[in-house]
């Protein structure tokens, strides 16, 4: 398993364009790498006789009415953006079309 | 961009055979998007239609919209598909900024509808059997404006501008199995397919099925392999294209570029590729595979949809008649000749003759509209006949107002050119512009005597039974009264006052 150092736990921040004091990143470290240790025992328990599940209690057909409900405003929308134009979200220059 | 070689698409065809497949992507017209309850509109001002949902801001959560599920079901069940005793929402993971959350919520390996027919026929009355695989829900994406660069696309761009009402609008993905054995009209019968796809979700009413909004859009698989050939070509996917012309175009375009390459032993490459209407061609896109990893995986937010077999039989009695009974009834009842049918399929206006009947127009007269002065009016500004302002209620008025007299075929074409430009309902420009035919008998007896008296000699004619010799008169009263009279009546008239003067 690889280890949850400092150096992994700010590039994950950054990727998820959180701010993390230098405190935060220690403790983070720890917390995840406990995380990622108790996901992998999971593995132990895999089987051909155990099914994939992807929820703890058997529920479907959970619908919601088709009632259009308040949407943010544009300038709510935008608020947390790191850059924007016209309305709308400003991104970098996209090279791949798909 | 270096241009493509073609090879002469009978030679293609001569050489090869060709093997399409067809992605149709279906917007659906609810009122709220599929996870949320942001409205589901067209045209509003950049993201003024998003919340923590479609944003996908860290901890918000989706909840299904039951009227997408219960289209969706719809569309399944109008395909002849089997409908899932259980159906899965799965995360669809890709990084481009069209979606804020990095995953696309779509259907995998469960989708809601599987196993299903169309019969379609082709501009030459043969009818191909085309299987479909699946029609699974999802979302639609965000839109993309890219900014700067020489060509405004995307290559060179300097930025791009990301608009999200879009995203999160529920769609439908209706895929078919490879199609065989369409030959040279496999180009029509895409086309044709897409028709009838936009055909039925119109009749279901779940889509506004208005394909230059992007409501209906299709991705076209082509591959060809030689004649004779088991294994089977590879296949290029062309997105973008957005009309049932282009279809056509595309599918052909993609024959005859791939049926050049391998004559000269060249490989094709598995790739996404672009349509351009402009330029009548295909471009590259990126290089594709069927390995594509978008790490797949249940949605854990959403629950299974498991539809009773009461609710699936209760859409099924909803359902209105297929294309091809609908053509058939429509074709009888409006005794149409095969001809003359078969021209108001391809020209695409089926609905639209079909609404200005129900409008209360007889169908003759709503079929010369349409597929005449309509359709040359489209043609010579360059439109699609449905992006012209006029209601087939519109075209209906105008054909009561030419039965009833009121109007001449050519007052009425005036008519139709004022409707176009936006200046209101037929009757009230006939008003406006007092463009109706007089039908006072008084006013046009007026101008009629007044006629005949400056010329004597033609009124001698017409008593001794010269009939011809009426027309000089008859020109001069429709000069007279402005063209605004009905020429049969004038002549009735002219003929009568002759004898009593
Ligand atoms: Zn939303």
Same mark, same amino acid.
């Given at each position: 398993m690889s280890e949850i150092t400092p150096e992994l736990v700010r590039h994950l921040a950054a990727l998820a364009r959180i701010e993390v004091s230098e405190a935060e990143v220690a403790q983070f470290a720890s917390q995840l790498a406990l995380i990622v240790e108790s996901v992998a025992t999971?593995?132990?328990?895999?089987?051909?006789e155990i099914f994939a599940t992807s929820h703890p209690i058997p529920m479907a057909n959970v619908f919601r009415e088709d009632v259009v409900k308040p949407s943010l405003t544009q300038a709510q929308a935008l608020s947390g953006a790191a850059d924007s134009e016209s309305g709308r979200f400003k991104v970098s220059a996209i090279l791949d079309e798909d | 961009m270096a241009k493509d070689q073609l090879m002469d698409y009978q030679k293609a065809l001569d050489a090869y055979e060709v093997v399409i497949g067809l992605e149709v992507h279906v917007e659906l017209n609810t009122n709220t998007k599929m996870f949320c309850g942001c409205a589901n509109v067209?045209?509003?001002?950049?993201?003024?239609? !998003?919340c923590p949902n479609c944003l996908g801001f860290p901890g918000a959560m989706p909840a299904v919209n039951g009227k997408a599920i219960e289209n969706s079901i719809k569309i399944g069940l109008a395909l002849d598909c089997q409908i899932a005793a259980t159906g899965r929402f799965a995360r669809k993971n890709y990084f481009y900024p069209d979606l804020a959350k990095n995953f696309q919520t779509s259907q995998y390996d469960?989708? /809601? =509808?599987?196993e299903g027919t169309i019969d379609i026929e082709v501009p030459s009355g043969k009818v191909f059997t085309v299987a479909i695989e699946r029609a699974h829900m999802e979302e639609d994406a965000g839109k993309l404006t890219h900014v700067g660069?020489?060509?405004?696309?995307?290559?060179?761009?300097e930025f791009s501008l990301v608009d999200?009402?879009?995203?999160g609008v529920p769609l439908v993905e209706i895929v078919t199995k490879p199609i065989y054995g369409?030959?040279?009209e496999a180009p029509e019968l895409a086309a044709a397919y897409v028709r009838s796809i936009r055909e039925i979700v119109k009749n279901l009413g779940v889509?506004?099925?208005r394909m230059e909004r992007g409501n209906v859009r299709c991705d076209a698989n082509v591959s060809i392999r030689p004649k004779g050939q088991e294994k089977l070509g590879t296949r290029t996917e062309t997105k973008n294209v957005n009309s049932l012309r282009s279809i056509e175009r595309a599918v052909k375009y993609e024959i005859q570029r791939q049926a050049h390459l391998l004559s000269q032993g060249t490989a094709i490459i598995q790739e996404t590729r672009h349509w351009h209407e402009d330029r009548g061609a295909t471009s590259s896109g990126r290089p594709k595979s069927d390995?594509?990893?978008?790490?797949?995986?249940?949605?854990?937010?959403l629950v299974p949809i498991q539809p009773s077999k009461e609710w699936i039989e209760q859409l099924r009695a909803t359902l209105p008649e297929k294309p091809a009974i609908r053509r058939k009834r429509l074709q009888e009842l409006w005794v149409f000749s095969d001809l003359e049918f078969r021209d108001v399929v391809n020209s695409d206006l089926l609905d639209e003759i079909d609404d200005t009947v129900k409008a209360g127009a007889k169908p003759q007269a709503a079929r010369k509209w349409w597929t005449g002065e309509l359709a040359r009016i489209a043609n010579s500004e360059d439109k699609? /006949? =449905?992006?012209?302002?006029?209601?087939p209620t519109q075209v209906a008025q105008i054909a009561a107002l030419v039965e009833s007299g009121k109007l001449t075929d050519r007052l009425a074409r005036e008519v139709l050119t004022c409707v176009l430009a936006g200046e209101g309902n037929p009757e009230e420009i006939v008003a406006k512009r007092g463009l109706? !035919? !007089?039908?006072?008998?008084g006013a046009l007896l007026a101008a009629i005597d007044q006629v005949l008296s400056e010329q004597p000699d033609v009124l001698e004619k017409i008593r001794e039974?010269?009939?011809? =010799?009426?027309g000089a008169v008859i020109g001069a009263v429709m000069k007279a009264m402005a063209g605004s009279a009905d020429a049969a009546r004038v002549r009735e008239l002219v003929i009568q006052r002759a004898n009593e003067l």
């Open positions: 999971v593995k132990a328990a895999v089987s051909d | 067209f045209g509003d001002e950049p993201n003024t239609n !998003v469960e989708p /809601i =509808a599987f660069g020489s060509t405004g696309r995307i290559q060179g761009a999200f009402n879009r995203a369409a030959g040279d889509s506004d099925a390995a594509d990893d978008y790490r797949y995986f249940p949605e854990p937010d699609d /006949i =449905a992006e012209l302002s006029i209601t109706e !035919v !007089v039908s006072d008998d039974g010269k009939l011809q =010799a009426a």
